[in-house]
């Protein structure tokens, strides 16, 4: 689904961060990058979701050439199909839990019986990962394992074929940070979302069916 080749990427302080790197992620995988403090593993991952720019090399999803799109590409590719989980929440603190589920549905101008399919999967997204009666609390008012639990059916309002989670339980405790990890399978049994996600957790890697370790700007299985 997605062939990542030859990529490299330098930064100018720190010089080459990625090194020459090849991948190929396969419908429904689950992939955990690991890899020390400031080997790379969000640059990659900034990379893949086109939130950043590779200074040489190609990305292809689904057959089609990714890595030179505009800003304006970009967003739409990233919209249609990329979902993003961060270390922090990143929930907008004056919007309720369900406006802040519902906002990248704006962003993607459905028609009304698209939009009306697409809340009610949310609904049951909301349901299964037990947020539901979370919906008209702000983030201050509901705690960190919460927060991500709707972060997650946030980055999965639109559909997306690709989950990317940066560090998604970087911020939990060790039983939230279970709960969150099932969630992560489970979205990828019942709906086959891809998930590449980037961890310190060798708990969380364990669950993945391929591990890869980021050593000097590669990627080592
Ligand atoms: N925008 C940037 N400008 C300059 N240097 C950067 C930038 N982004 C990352 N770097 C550097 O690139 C290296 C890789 O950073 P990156 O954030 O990808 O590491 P990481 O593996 O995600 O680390 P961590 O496990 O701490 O999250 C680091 O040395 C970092 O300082
Ligand atoms: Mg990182």
């Known amino acids: 689904m997605l062939a990542i080749r030859n990529i490299s990427k330098s930064f100018t302080q720190r010089g080459l961060v990625l090194d020459n790197l090849s991948f190929d992620v396969n419908e429904a995988d689950l ?3 690991m890899g020390p403090s400031g080997s790379g593993k969000t640059t990659l991952m900034n990379i893949i979701g086109l939130l950043d720019k590779p200074d040489n090399g190609e990305i292809t999803f ?3 050439s990714i890595a030179k799109f505009n800003d304006d590409e970009s967003a739409v590719y990233r919209n249609r199909n990329i979902g993003f989980v961060f270390q922090d929440h990143l929930l907008l603190p004056y919007l309720t839990v369900s406006e802040n589920i519902l906002l990248p549905l704006l962003a993607a101008r459905y028609s009304s019986d698209e939009l009306a399919k697409r809340e009610q999967h949310i609904n049951k997204l909301m349901e299964k ?3 539901s009666d979370l ?3 702000y983030p201050f008012q509901i705690s960190g394992g919460e927060a991500q639990r709707v972060a997650l059916v946030r980055a999965l309002a639109n559909n997306p074929s690709i989950l990317l989670a940066d560090e998604p339980t ?5 039983k939230n940070a279970d709960i969150l990890g099932e969630l992560l399978l489970e979205m990828n049994r019942e709906y086959g979302i891809t998930l590449i996600l980037a961890t310190h957790s060798v708990d969380l890697a364990k669950k993945m069916s391929r591990r890869l370790r980021l050593k000097e700007g590669k990627l080592i299985v």
């Open 31 to 33: 992939i955990a990058i």
């Open 62 to 64: 689904k057959g089609a």
């Open 129 to 131: 990962t037990g947020i």
């Open 135 to 137: 919906a008209g609390k």
């Open 170 to 174: 970087g911020s939990l405790d060790a």
